[in-house]
């Protein structure tokens, strides 16, 4: 089944960017999204299709996917930018899958 | 407002069933696929199932193929999942969660419901 892989987590300084990965197979030729979860909320969509951001999510919110690499790249990381992230990728015999998640700690 | 509202999780014993249930509001729920996707306490998301906004095409984990059954109302604007054979590797937060749209391929889950818990254990 297709698997896509994420660091488990990530540290960044507050205003600095912070860059977290998702490989999988020919990922570029994949639709991929990332989600935000803080502690006890529900997941929240902060990109799709690579690069596009939903209605509300501020711009230092960014996508890119090239090869087998997605990246999701927030800039002046805030504190509040603190959480877990997940990659999420369609294959047609396996279905939806989720990356492990990434913890973002800013420190 | 677009909203999800999950319920039906409980206490179950192995082996036991239960059926969890969505319901929509604020958008046409037919046009629409749906998920379910879970998580295990500590631990990430771990998608379920996923269904086309017709309910003509249903996908599932492995890890619950043959024991969970997708499905939905769009008439009563709701979604289903039924779990039989519950195990305790079962147990999580239950979320129901929409497509961004019906391509027959998840591009984006964009609204999610709050969960409903689920906990099998004798």
């Known amino acids: 089944s297709y698997e896509v892989i994420q660091p488990p987590s990530v540290s960044v300084s507050p205003g600095q960017t912070a860059s977290i990965t998702c490989s999988g197979d020919y990922l570029d030729n994949r639709y991929v999204c990332w989600y935000q979860q803080r502690p006890g909320q529900s997941p929240l969509l902060v990109i799709y299709?690579?690069?596009k951001r939903p209605s509300g999510i501020p711009e230092r919110f960014s996508g890119s996917n090239s090869g087998d690499t997605a990246t999701l790249t927030i800039s002046g990381t805030q504190a509040t930018d603190e959480a877990d992230y997940y990659c999420?990728?369609?294959?047609?015999?396996?279905?939806?899958?989720f990356g492990g998640g990434t913890k973002l700690t800013v420190l | 407002e677009v909203q999800l509202l999950e319920s039906g999780g409980g206490l179950v014993q192995p082996g036991g069933s239960l059926r969890l249930s969505c319901t929509a509001s604020?958008?046409?729920?037919?046009?629409?696929?749906m998920s379910w996707v879970r998580q295990a306490p500590g631990k990430g998301l771990e998608w379920v199932s996923y269904?086309?906004?017709?309910?003509?095409?249903?996908y599932y984990a492995d890890s619950v193929k043959g024991r969970f059954t997708i499905s939905r109302d769009n008439f009563k604007n709701r979604l289903s999942l039924q779990m039989n054979s519950l195990r305790a590797e079962d147990t999580a937060v239950y979320y129901c969660?929409?497509?961004?749209?019906?391509?027959?391929?998840?591009?984006?889950?964009?609204?999610w419901g709050q969960g409903t818990t689920v906990t099998v254990s004798s």
């Open positions: 999420q990728a369609w294959d047609s015999s396996t279905g939806v899958v």
């Open positions: 269904i086309t906004g017709s309910g003509g095409r249903t």
């Open positions: 969660a929409k497509d961004r749209n019906d391509y027959g391929d998840s591009r984006g889950l964009d609204v």
């Open positions: 604020g958008f046409m729920f037919s046009n629409y696929a």
């Open positions: 299709q690579h690069y």
